[in-house]
């Protein structure tokens, strides 16, 4: 089956760990996202990657990172300097450019005790 | 910057009656997209609007794009339990790298 699978589904960690997030596709799509939702909001981005290797800051970028080293994978950092990173974590992709639809992962809810 | 609104933020709508959701942008835009979310899930892709003026029907949804390309509304008829979550709107950045979601219509079904 083609789609985006993110792990884990629930994440627990201590207060100044750094965490990472998952994000992998079998679309063979270009683009690539990250966004934040916080309980009965709507969705804010973090980072975006059009190509491998390259990386743009979305709307909240401080206190995350990201790489993209392949095409199917774009994993997100967390880190001690996310001041609230409790939050609902969605990946997504796209074909190529930012203009068409995008394919949403599960989502990964982390939360930071 | 780009905004996209939406109103109303929640909308609470008796079982078979039907109801219309709002969808504003402070520029015009290339394109319009729907997205739904039950609650627990994630987004999932709707509908693409592209020309000025459309009218996309899916079923019971019928969503239509502005003259001017700078609105968009989503109007649902006789409305069902399936219809709860919430119904974001998203449209493109001027650059075109990205999407600027709204905020999002929550929607609950009264049985």
């Known amino acids: 089956d083609g789609g985006i699978t993110q792990s884990p589904k629930y994440l627990f960690r201590k207060e100044g760990q750094n965490v990472t997030l998952s994000c992998e596709q079998n679309?063979?799509?270009?683009?690539m996202y990250w966004y934040r939702q916080d309980p009965g909001q709507g969705l804010r981005l973090i980072y975006y990657?059009?190509?491998?290797?390259?990386?743009q800051k979305g709307d909240i970028a401080e206190g995350y990172s990201v790489s993209r080293e392949k095409k199917e994978s774009f994993p997100l950092t967390v880190t001690s300097a996310q001041k609230n990173p409790t939050a609902f974590y969605l990946c997504?992709?796209?074909?190529?450019?930012?203009?068409?639809?995008?394919?949403f992962g599960p989502g990964t809810r982390l939360t930071v005790t | 910057g780009q905004q996209v609104m939406q109103i109303p933020q929640y909308q609470h709508v008796q079982e078979g009656e039907d109801f219309t959701t709002y969808c504003n942008s402070s520029?015009?835009?290339?394109?319009i997209q729907w997205y739904k979310q039950r609650p627990g899930g994630h987004p999932v892709f709707l509908i693409q609007?592209?020309?000025?003026?459309e009218v996309k029907k899916q079923k019971r949804l019928t969503f239509q794009f502005g003259e001017a390309k700078k609105n968009s509304s989503l109007h649902i008829t006789a409305t069902q339990t399936t219809d709860v979550g919430t119904y974001f709107c998203?449209?493109?950045?001027?650059?075109?790298?990205?999407?600027?979601f709204g905020g999002g219509t929550r929607v609950l079904v009264k049985p």
């Open positions: 998203a449209g493109p950045k001027a650059a075109g790298n990205k999407l600027t």
């Open positions: 990657s059009q190509i491998v290797n390259d990386f």
């Open positions: 997504a992709s796209s074909m190529s450019r930012g203009q068409d639809e995008q394919y």
């Open positions: 520029t015009t835009l290339s394109n």
């Open positions: 609007l592209v020309k000025s003026g």
């Open positions: 679309l063979n799509h270009d683009a």
